[in-house]
C-alpha cells in the first residue's frame, strides 16, 4: 500500500510561517509529479503548488511569491513552505504523487492548515 507521510500542519498567526513536509516511497518519488492540494470548508479542492521530477514548478495564483515547494531527492521527501500566511490560506493540505507513467495518482492524509487573524 503506497503511503505519503505527511507532517508539519498546525495552528498559526496571520504573518506567520509554516513548513508541511510529504514523504513517501522511493519508487514513487522518481517518478512522481508532487503537488500540495488544499480544500477548505465548503469549497473544492485546489492545486496549490506542483513540482515535477525534474524541478519544474507551478503556483497558484494566490500563493506565488509566499509559498515555496521543493523535493529533496535523498530523502524521498516534497516540502512546502509557507510565509506570510493569511486567514484564507486556512485549508486541509493534501500531499499528492502523480505518476503518469502508471497512470497513478496518490494522496496523503491531510493535515489541517489554520491561520488566525
Known amino acids: 500500500q503506497v503511503q505519503l507521510v505527511e507532517s508539519g500542519g498546525g495552528l498559526v498567526q496571520a504573518g506567520g510561517s509554516l513548513r508541511l513536509s510529504c514523504a513517501t516511497s522511493?519508487?514513487?518519488?522518481?517518478?512522481?509529479?508532487m503537488g500540495w492540494y488544499r480544500q477548505a470548508p465548503g469549497k473544492q479542492r485546489e492545486l496549490v503548488a506542483a513540482?515535477?521530477?525534474?524541478?519544474?514548478?507551478n503556483y497558484a495564483d494566490s500563493v506565488k511569491g509566499r509559498f515555496t515547494i521543493s523535493r529533496d531527492n535523498a530523502k524521498n521527501t516534497v516540502y512546502l513552505q509557507m510565509n506570510s500566511l493569511k486567514p484564507e490560506d486556512t485549508a486541509v493540505y493534501y500531499c499528492?504523487?502523480?505518476?503518469?507513467?502508471?497512470?497513478?495518482?496518490?494522496w496523503g492524509q491531510g493535515p489541517q492548515v489554520t491561520v488566525s487573524s
Open positions: 499528492n504523487a502523480d505518476v503518469a507513467a502508471w497512470k497513478q495518482v496518490y
Open positions: 513540482i515535477t521530477s525534474g524541478g519544474s514548478t
Open positions: 522511493r519508487s514513487i518519488f522518481i517518478f512522481a509529479r
